[in-house]
């Protein structure tokens, strides 16, 4: 549905919020429901005492398969949805599922065969106001990304900067598209 054009790689580069290496006091921080990309990331935050509202994952960690330990700890299946996701992009699975997860009143793990990496950009804008994001920084941590009106708008115009259909993916979310993104 999109993908992620080398004009805007540059843009993921620094993190979106602060970065944080303990999971208590992210937590502590952190507004409601908290909403988790990455398996490293939904690890600590479980293991810290908070399931997320959503978790998106998809079994890797800087590309590499993530360990057993934190495999089986993210073992959900109860209240799992499987989407496919290609790398450097944003499918029309992932978007419907982000979208019905942050509606549901059940914690979802969202189970991603591909990559999830730019799952944070839609998780913004589907997010309630006053929620918090949290994604995995490699090598630095933890980012949270409070979810306000100035978050969503900067997610937003990173997602109009992408390839392929912006409207539909908006309309996949149950978002509102604006005259630049039709």
Do not use: C
């Not at 799992?80 to 793990?109: C, F, K, Q, W, Y």
Request: aromatic content about 2%; charged content about 30%.
């Amino acid at each position: 549905m999109l993908t992620l054009p080398d004009d805007i790689r540059g843009s993921f580069k620094e993190p979106f919020g602060p970065v944080y290496t303990d999971a208590a006091a992210l937590l502590s921080d952190a507004g409601r429901p908290v909403i988790a990309v990455g398996d490293v990331v939904t690890y600590h935050l479980r293991r810290a005492g908070h399931v997320p509202a959503v978790a998106i994952v998809d079994g890797k960690t800087k590309r590499e398969t993530v360990d057993a330990e934190i495999r089986e700890a993210l073992a959900d299946p109860e209240h799992r949805r499987d989407v496919e996701n290609p790398p450097g992009a944003l499918s029309e699975s992932l978007l419907v599922a982000l979208a019905e997860a942050v509606a549901s009143d059940e914690p979802i793990t969202i189970v991603v065969d591909g990559e999830e990496d730019l799952a944070t950009l839609p998780a913004v804008l589907v997010a309630p106001d006053g929620a918090t994001v949290v994604y995995g920084q490699p090598g630095e941590g933890m980012v949270r990304v409070d979810v306000t009106d100035d978050t969503k708008a900067e997610m937003r115009s990173l997602i109009e900067r992408m390839d392929g259909d912006v409207s539909g993916a908006l309309t996949a979310l149950g978002v509102e598209a604006t005259d630049e993104s039709r």
